[in-house]
């Protein structure tokens, strides 16, 4: 899988380097692979959440594959769903404003401003 948008919404967090957000992506999107394989369930939907002592990754896969990731705080809880639908969300927003606009390549780089705007919007 390919990195198509990435984005930082938060004040004061580090910036990491294109390269770096590169191969993270591929490792995510690798073991999310070896997840759904090792699920004891049929058609298991791989990683929804990682959780570390400073952060927590919330990742939504897609009908269509396309995975969203979010990265939080330590002290983010989705006990109530309010992550699952701000990524479901997300990918309304995808569907909405990316896949419509004619100039937009599918697994090209998202480059698509009224997107980031509305984005930006649901961000703050």
């Not at 394989?37 to 990683?47: A, N, V």
Request: with cysteine.
């Amino acid at each position: 899988g390919g990195l198509i948008f990435d984005k930082e919404f938060a004040p004061g967090v580090p910036n990491l380097s294109t390269n770096t957000t590169l191969k993270l992506a591929s490792i995510f999107h690798a073991q999310h692979a070896i997840a759904q394989q090792l699920s004891p369930i049929s058609g298991g939907g791989g990683i929804e959440c990682i959780e570390a002592d400073q952060f927590k990754l919330f990742s939504y896969e897609t009908p269509t594959a396309i995975k969203f990731m979010l990265i939080t705080d330590g002290q983010t809880s989705n006990a109530d769903g309010r992550v699952d639908r701000l990524l479901h969300e997300v990918y309304e927003l995808y569907a909405d404003y990316v896949l419509k606009n004619p100039f937009y390549e599918v697994e090209q780089p998202i480059r698509v401003e009224s997107w980031e705007l509305k984005l930006r919007m649901m961000m703050d």
